[in-house]
C-alpha cells in the first residue's frame, strides 16, 4: 500500500519560514515526479512546485517564485518543500504527490496519481 505522509505544517507570522516533508512508503519513486499542491475552501488545486526524477527539472508556480524551494532525497523517498518569506495568502492544506510514471515531468494535477493526506499551513499576518 503506498502512502505519502506530509509533515512540517503549522501556524507562522507573515515573513516567516516552514519545511515541509514528504515521505513516501510502499514504493519507491526515485524515478517518478514529485511535486506540492495545495488548496483553499472554494478554488482548485493548484501546484505549487513539481521536481522530476533527477531533481534537474523544477517547476514554480509564479506566486512562489524565488520564495519556494522543491528538493527530493531518493535515498530517503522523501520530497521537501522549504517555503520562505511566507505571506498570508500562501495559507491552504498543502498536499504531496508522485506521478506513477516513469521518467515524466508535469505540474498537472491529473498526471499525479498518488496524494498524502494534506498538512495546514496558516499565515498570520
Avoid at 51 to 80: C, E, L, Q
Amino acid at each position: 500500500q503506498v502512502q505519502l505522509v506530509e509533515s512540517g505544517g503549522g501556524l507562522v507570522q507573515a515573513g516567516g519560514s516552514l519545511r515541509l516533508s514528504c515521505a513516501a512508503s510502499g514504493r519507491t519513486f526515485s524515478r517518478n515526479a514529485m511535486g506540492w499542491f495545495r488548496q483553499v475552501p472554494g478554488k482548485e488545486r493548484e501546484c505549487v512546485a513539481a521536481i522530476g526524477w533527477s531533481a534537474r527539472s523544477t517547476y514554480y508556480a509564479d506566486s512562489v517564485k524565488g520564495r519556494f524551494t522543491i528538493s527530493r532525497d531518493n535515498a530517503k523517498n522523501t520530497v521537501y518543500l522549504q517555503m520562505s518569506s511566507l505571506k498570508p495568502e500562501d495559507t491552504a492544506v498543502y498536499y504531496c504527490a508522485a506521478s506513477a510514471s516513469f521518467y515524466t515531468f508535469s505540474s498537472r494535477a491529473h498526471e499525479f496519481n498518488y496524494w498524502g493526506q494534506g498538512t495546514q499551513v496558516t499565515v498570520s499576518s
